[in-house]
Each structure stands twice: as C-alpha cells, then as structure tokens.
C-alpha cells in the first residue's frame, strides 16, 4: 500500500466531521450518476466505496482497496466501457488534462458521463488555498496547453486552478476540442462547513454536529455568494448520444 493513501485512510477513520462533510459530497455525486457501470478515477483512500455502490476504484498508486492501477492518461478498458466517470480531487492532480479525457471520451458510453467535484478558486477560497494550502494555485496557464509526460512525476503534484480554468475562462476552448461533450451541470460549493473542517488536514474548527445545519445555511447562501466565496467546483459534462 502507498504510505499516503494509508495515512489518508487513517485520517479519514479518525475524523467523523470529515465523514460528515464528504457523505454530503458523495451524496451529490450519486444523484448526478446515470445507471450502469461506473469508474472513479484517482480512488486515493478509497472512501466513496462508503456510499457509492458497485463503484470500480482506479488510481496509479497501490492500495489493496484498490480496484484497478492504472494511469488516467492511459486507461485499460475497451471503448463505450462505462455510464459514468468520476473525479474527485483529481483532475487538478492529472498531469495532462488533454490526454485523460482524451481516453474518457473512448470508454464513456454514449450519454456516459463525467462528474468532477474539484477545488474551485473564487476571491474567498483563492486567499486560502493561495496561502494555507501546500498545493500551488497558478491561474495564469492554458489547461489546454500539451504537455510533455514526465515518467517521475509524483501523482500528488498539482495545480488547484485547472478546473476552475477548464470550466471557467478556457470553457469554449475546452468543447471546441472536445465537441463530443456538453455541459449539463456547474455548480459552486462549499462556504463554511468544508474548510472550517479542514479536510484531510488533522484538525477541524467545528464539531461533527454542525455540518448539516451548515450545509442547510450554505444551500440558500450558495446562489448568492457562491462563485465569489465557494471552495468548491462541482462540474458534470455528459458525451453526446
Ligand atoms: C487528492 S487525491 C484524491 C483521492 C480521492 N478521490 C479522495 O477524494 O479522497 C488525488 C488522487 O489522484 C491520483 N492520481 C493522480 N494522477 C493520476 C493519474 N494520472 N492516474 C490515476 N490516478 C491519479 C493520486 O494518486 C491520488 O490518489
């Protein structure tokens, strides 16, 4: 097993305001899926398993929780293989967005979807992951741009801003190149439960109690004050039948 995605997992049993936090997630993700076979890509520490059922788990490092290792950018399935994919925390770790979906659109099914739940960067949660985050956050790159596959690249690396680029500033560009995909679902996330819970991180500043009132709180305010305050970018794009 990868020594992170154990310590993850670790973290991940310990701390039940994480669990609280992330069940909404995964909650959502659910609801987007089509029926039918689904892929998530970048399972880390394995806990969507929790909620979503008959989900195969796929990550390019090992974990015997694991289903499949394999490189998104170079994916073991026949073509129309799959209704759903997800992402979650994980298209802003793929080093060439280009060649992940690329491969997406080979073993989607026709009407399959892909469902990214992914940092999103607004004024509010640039400030924090800008300076609190040990993940950078460079917003001045094209997502689109190709670059060069680098064998020794480590899977945690990152740039935070990727999705908020894709499906934000360099959102025509995206489905110019990739015209086989529509938008069907965008939406800002995540005010005040997730950070204050902070993540994978080992403390949290609220009790596990408070989540659900907060996220009660953030749906009416996340109309308003989503995209200049959200921490979150949940995004489904659907392949045309
Ligand atoms: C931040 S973790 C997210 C893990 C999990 N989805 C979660 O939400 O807890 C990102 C994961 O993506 C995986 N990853 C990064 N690049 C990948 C690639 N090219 N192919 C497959 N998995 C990759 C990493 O190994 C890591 O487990």
């Known amino acids: 097993v990868d020594q992170r995605l154990a310590d993850y997992r670790k973290i ?16 959502r993700i659910l609801q987007a899926c089509n029926s039918g ?7 880390g520490s394995g806990n969507i398993k929790e909620r979503i059922p008959n989900v195969i ?3 390019v490092l090992h974990a015997s929780w694991l289903d499949v290792i394999a490189d ?27 060649l992940f979906f690329k491969e997406a659109s080979r073993i989607l099914k026709p009407g399959g979807k892909i469902i990214m ?9 640039w400030f924090f992951y800008n300076f609190l985050h040990q993940e950078p956050v460079i917003l001045n790159i ?3 741009a190709h670059n060069s596959i680098d064998p020794e690249r480590d899977p945690y690396d990152s740039n935070q801003a990727i999705p908020t680029l894709m499906f934000g500033k360099y959102q025509n560009a995206f489905f110019n ?10 939406e800002w996330l995540s005010l005040f439960a997730y950070p204050l819970s902070g993540g994978f991180k080992k403390w949290s500043l609220i009790p596990p109690k408070t ?3 907060l996220l009660k709180f953030e749906e009416v305010l996340l109309p308003y004050i989503g995209k200049f305050a959200g921490f979150r970018l949940f995004v489904t794009i659907e392949k045309n039948s």
């Open 211 to 213: 989540v659900l009132p």
């Open 12 to 27: 991940w049993d310990s701390k039940p305001v994480l669990r609280e936090v992330y069940h909404d997630y995964y909650k």
């Open 37 to 43: 076979l689904t892929l998530e890509i970048g399972g």
């Open 57 to 59: 788990s796929l990550d």
């Open 177 to 186: 190149t990739f015209p086989e995909f529509k938008i069907i679902q965008k």
């Open 142 to 144: 094209d997502p689109l």
């Open 72 to 98: 998104a950018q170079k994916l073991p399935f026949k073509p129309n293989a799959f209704q759903n994919l997800i992402l979650f925390d994980v298209l802003h770790h793929i080093e060439n967005q280009n």
């Open 117 to 125: 739940l992914e940092p999103g960067i607004t004024p509010l949660s």
